[in-house]
């Protein structure tokens, strides 16, 4: 499975993006799929995460009100909403599927991993 995430790029602080994340195959329909992002020196750090049929959705504390997961399975593509956007939010984003169905918050629990898309927040 291949995952290309896109929509990343500069934005002020207070703005939007909207990150894509596509899947080579269908096979991750059956999967949860999540965001991460990591920044230069920082471990990767979950972002939200949505299950396999987009009925349960998770996200971290820094996001929540703020981001929103989502997925469409007949184009095997996920997307990350982000709204209100601050510099602590600037990170290189990556989009992977887990291992599992189910929500999935932690780094352990996904199998594939896309090459990550950037995101600066200028203030």
């Known amino acids: 499975v291949q995952l290309q995430a896109s929509g990343g790029g500069l934005v002020q602080a207070g703005g939007s993006l909207r990150l894509s994340c596509a899947a080579s195959?269908?096979?991750?329909?059956?999967?949860?799929m999540g965001w991460f992002r990591q920044t230069p020196g920082k471990e990767r750090e979950f972002v939200a995460a949505i299950s396999w049929n987009g009925s349960r959705k998770d996200y971290s504390e820094s996001v929540k009100g703020r981001f929103t997961i989502s997925r469409d399975n007949a184009k095997n593509m996920v997307y990350l909403q982000m709204n209100s956007l601050n510099v602590e939010d600037t990170a290189i984003y990556y989009c992977a599927a887990a291992l599992s169905s189910a929500v999935a918050t932690t780094l352990r629990g996904y199998r594939y991993w896309g090459q990550g898309t950037q995101v600066t927040v200028s203030s």
């Open positions: 195959r269908r096979t991750t329909s059956n999967n949860g």
